[in-house]
């Protein structure tokens, strides 16, 4: 009987569960549609699907969570924490107020404290925490408003172009700047916000946090200089970016500039990553390098008690 009784609240929470989860669905996608259309779409907040990717991709790696255990039956016969229900009111507040004033990063910020609620009243509070990494993680895809980054926009894009004519002068091309205006040849190019590099160092950035939560326990000093590293691999890779951008329009035209510059972005996040997996894969090697050239602790011991036996 009480295995009965068990098995029909199993199913009765998940079928709960695929309840909530169409709601979720119902609730966030017409949400990342304007998301698309408002910024990834253009070019701004490229790294949104890279993010979007990754954190598909840890909520894969998290997925046995969903699986009701049975540590967590007790406290679930208690009914629902009050904690997990404010959690989840104060998220669907959010995402009201979001939706109605047409506030984009308070309607993404939402579905932080809506999910965890979710999560934590369904499969309990060890579930919540398993999961709190993966669905926080999605706080990198709200799209930061450009009012609130021109003290850090207009040094990158200054560096930026300064950069791009140091590198292409020294080159032999007739190129000048007058501050974020480049001008080579015929064309004048304008380093505009999505040209920082902002875009690929918090892409890089949530790369590092992943890689350092996955693999952290048998990282060590590793971890500490992959973080190092994020911002001047994303720097580098914009100002690859860039020069590319004004060797193609001044060999081929303007409209291929056009055409490039059109995924250009994605293009600077991909170099950016392929820097950062070089980087650990360097590491990777120097400390197996090191660890093979390090004398055994045994031979260090013994070894004058051995040539003590000998004499």
Same mark, same amino acid.
């Given at each position: ?146 009012? !609130? %980054? ?9 560096? &930026?172009?300064?950069? #791009? @004519? +140091?590198?292409? *002068? /020294? ?109 650990? !894969? %360097? ?9 093979? &050239?390090?004398?055994? #602790? @045994? +031979?260090?011991? *013994? /070894? ?8």
């Amino acid at each position: 009987m009480r295995v009965a009784i068990n098995s029909c609240v199993c199913l009765g929470r998940l079928r709960a569960g695929w309840l909530l989860g169409a709601g979720l669905l119902l609730m966030y996608v017409p949400v990342y549609i304007d998301l698309f259309d408002t910024f990834w779409k253009s070019g701004r907040s490229a790294q949104g699907p890279f993010i979007l990717v990754l954190i598909g991709w840890l909520l894969w790696r998290a997925r046995g969570v969903f699986a009701a255990s049975r540590e967590d039956e007790p406290s679930r016969r208690n009914g629902v924490p009050r904690l997990a229900i404010v959690l989840f009111a104060m998220g669907l507040l959010c995402y009201l107020l979001g939706r109605s004033q047409s506030i984009l990063q308070l309607t993404l910020a939402s579905q932080v404290p809506v999910t965890l609620g979710i999560t934590w009243a369904l499969l309990g509070a060890s579930a919540a925490r398993r999961l709190a990494f993966p669905v926080a993680f999605s706080l990198f895809l709200i799209p930061v408003p450009g009012t !609130l %980054l021109d003290g850090v926009l207009m040094p990158l894009k200054q560096s &930026v172009s300064a950069l #791009a @004519d +140091a590198s292409l *002068h /020294a080159a032999g091309y007739p190129i000048a700047r007058n501050g974020v205006m480049l001008m080579i040849g015929p064309y004048d190019l304008l380093i505009a916000d999505a040209c920082s590099g902002l875009n690929s160092m918090i892409a890089l950035a949530g790369i590092g946090l992943i890689y350092t939560y996955v693999v952290s326990a048998r990282l060590g000093w590793r971890s500490a200089l992959l973080l190092l590293s994020i911002l001047p691999i994303a720097f580098t890779a914009n100002v690859i970016r860039v020069v590319l951008l004004l060797l193609i329009t001044y060999h081929a035209g303007d409209d291929a500039g056009r055409a490039f510059h059109s995924w250009a972005a994605y293009l600077e996040i991909a170099l950016a990553f392929m820097g950062l997996f070089a980087i650990d !894969l %360097l590491t990777e090697r120097m400390g197996s390098i090191s660890y093979r &050239v390090k004398p055994p #602790a @045994d +031979a260090v011991t *013994h /070894a004058p008690s051995a040539m003590r036996q000998m004499s």
